[in-house]
């Protein structure tokens, strides 16, 4: 009887274990790659478009940053769900919501600028059981400083 409470007890905790695990998706190589070929442009001033968008609507940030910070912010398209400016993004931040959002969804599909390595387009499917879940981002308009 207690071999059988302490098989049970085991099987439990290994279907937990993969459960959890199954939720948890791995980032491509070639985000890596991408964000090593940004940092290794060394820029710290630049200028560009943060876009974030659904099946109901696009919304855009116009960012600068100055010495690799968020200098200011301003919203250039309003759009149903809020994106503020006190919280808008460097390209390194946008990397790091790239690779979140490989490791939280069951889809993301990633593309980069080819000069720079910056995330172009991110299409995220949080869901692929669900319809008209999926959502944007990404960056547009970049001019180095």
């Known amino acids: 009887m207690r071999a059988s409470l302490t098989l049970r007890r085991t099987l439990a905790v290994t279907g937990a274990c993969l459960a959890i695990a199954a939720c948890t998706h791995s980032v491509p190589p070639e985000v890596s790659r991408q964000h090593t070929q940004w940092q290794s442009n060394g820029i710290k001033n630049y200028d560009f478009v943060y876009y974030r968008d659904s099946m109901v609507g696009r919304c855009t940030l116009l960012v600068h940053v100055r010495n690799g910070k968020v200098a200011s912010a301003a919203i250039q398209r309003r759009c149903p769900w809020p994106l503020d400016p006190h919280a808008a993004p460097t390209i390194d931040a946008v990397f790091s919501d790239t690779k979140a959002a490989y490791r ?25 059981h669900v319809i008209d879940d999926e959502w944007n981002f990404g960056i547009s308009s970049f001019t180095p400083m």
């Open 104 to 128: 939280r969804n069951d889809d993301v599909v990633s593309n980069f600028d080819r000069a720079y390595g910056y995330p172009t387009a991110i299409s995220v499917d949080p869901s692929k």
